[in-house]
Antibody, heavy 114, light 111 residues
Framework: EVQLVESGGVVVQPGGSLRLSCIGSGFNFDDYTMNWVRQVPGKGLEWVSLISWDGRRISYADSVKGRFTISRDNSKNSLYLQLTSLRTEDTALYYC???????WGQGTLVTVSS | NFLLTQPHSVSESPGKTVTISCTGSSGNIANSYVQWFQQRPGSAPTTVIYEDYQRPSGVPPRFSGSIDRSSNSASLTISGLQTEDEADYYCQSYDDNNHWVFGGGTRLTVL
């Protein structure tokens, strides 16, 4: 069974930084493109970023480009998202999402507030 | 920018069939795979359809996906509606840069 467990969500001030992590299990982690998708509570889904299986292809949504950095460590079955220059509109539940037959984590909540 | 448009809400009675549409703003929706996700209140999304019409293991055959090239749209059809099907449903595809694009979501009410 595919499992994705996110962590790292906290309350942070505008302009601050944090790193989200995701550990995958139940599948060959290094075979799959991985994504981050976020959702403002009560609103729709927004794709944030993707990274190919080998880390060579990386893409970002325009809303986060230049502020967020995606990375992975296949030896640890782990996916990361470094968030910097945070804005109040970045407040959301951040999901780790596996490519292929798409699998979702339970999400980690990032709150940007002063 | 490529957009996917879904109806805001649909409702139907238990045992009936409902279809949720997802219309592409440009291009040919058939050129890229479409996925459908179910999100029950307070829960993370789950995949009910991938690659246009494929069902992950554990998703009942009451859920089906299709593509209509003439209208540049995808559809999710749920037959034999059950109260547990009440949820938000999102379609997802890809733009020219292979970035994910989501529809705005459709709230399904099973009355």
């Amino acid at each position: 069974e595919v499992q994705l467990v996110e962590s790292g969500g906290v309350v942070v001030q505008p302009g601050g930084s944090l790193r989200l992590s995701c550990i995958g299990s139940g599948f060959n982690f290094d075979d799959y493109t991985m994504n981050w998708v976020r959702q403002v509570p009560g609103k729709g889904l927004e794709w944030v970023s993707l990274i190919s299986w080998d880390g060579r292809r990386i893409s970002y949504a325009d809303s986060v480009k230049g502020r967020f950095t995606i990375s992975r460590d296949n030896s640890k079955n782990s996916l990361y998202l470094q968030l910097t220059s945070l804005r109040t509109e970045d407040t959301a539940l951040y999901y780790c999402v596996k490519g292929g037959i798409i699998g979702w984590g339970q999400g980690t909540l990032v709150t940007v507030s002063s | 920018n490529f957009l996917l448009t879904q109806p805001h809400s649909v409702s139907e009675s238990p045992g009936k069939t409902v279809t949720i549409s997802c219309t592409g703003s440009s291009g040919n929706i058939a050129n890229s795979y479409v996925q459908w996700f179910q999100q029950r209140p307070g829960s993370a999304p789950t995949t009910v359809i991938y690659e246009d019409y494929q069902r992950p293991s554990g998703v009942p055959p009451r859920f089906s996906g299709s593509i209509d090239r003439s209208s540049n749209s995808a559809s999710l059809t749920i037959s034999g509606l059950q109260t547990e099907d009440e949820a938000d449903y999102y379609c997802q595809s890809y733009d020219d840069n292979n970035h994910w694009v989501f529809g705005g979501g459709t709230r399904l009410t099973v009355l």
